[in-house]
């Protein structure tokens, strides 16, 4: 099925992104779909920006039911159902569709970032509620946070890409996404099993790298360089001139992606569903792609 299904995308504007090209889709895959290298048409940016998002949403969902059982917290654990609904629908709309005409594009925009809002408000509510412990689930409030900050930031791009813009500045993509890929990193450190010494080191001295770079000055740069050799920027001690973000990003994207076989195959213990091993997976990949095309 998702091999026809990436046939049917075999359009020149875009290009399908597998874990490894001509290997078959891992069980727990899904293919990213981006426009072309060097396409800078808005309504094939919005398409496939659109698309990736809802996703993203619709999995957002279901990892909040997920982690929220109805003996914890039922009418959240309802209304995670209900949003999973939502773009889970949305997004069937948008991937059987092809990309907006120049008319439709700011229609198409809007009407994404409408169904992402009532989301964006759930998360602030209950990432509070988590906090200030009126709400008791197992989402940790930096796991609202975190995705109410990817809703906040899809619906800005959408927004620009809305009005034909479809530009990616370097420092919004930096920003945005080396926070993101910390906060994976945490994440990931405290969900593997306890006993996985080695790739909970791993994953926290990711998520030091991460949090100099997205510092940003050169000195916290060279602080990450020098505190954390041997990690994910090897590439970078060996070649100075590298650049430090796109090799940490690629050396993230590396990382996930062994890390979501290994969670697939049982090879790594740990509480991460193989779902979510995917999705930031996918959110790296996006990172990549997105800081070639930034200027
Ligand atoms: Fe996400
Ligand atoms: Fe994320």
Redesign the pocket.
Known sequence: MATEKIKAYDHSDLIVYTRSIGQPLGPYEKPVILPNKGNHNPTVHAWTDARFATD?MA??ALFFALLMPPEVAEKEHTEALRFHKVFTKLFKKIDDTPPPKDNDLGAFTKAVVDEIKPFIEYKKRLGDAQRNGTLRSLVWPLFFD??QH?AERWTRRLDKLGKGNSKLQRSEVTTFWTNIMDEHARFVAHLLDPDEFELIDIAMKTSGVFSHLHKGSMGDIASAIIHEPGTVIESLVQNPETDAILSAAETILDFKTKAVRGIEAARIKSIIDPRLAD??RR?ALKFVDELKRSV
Request: proline share 0%; aromatic share 0%.
């Open positions: 993203i999995e957002h975190h995705t990817e999705h930031v959110e």
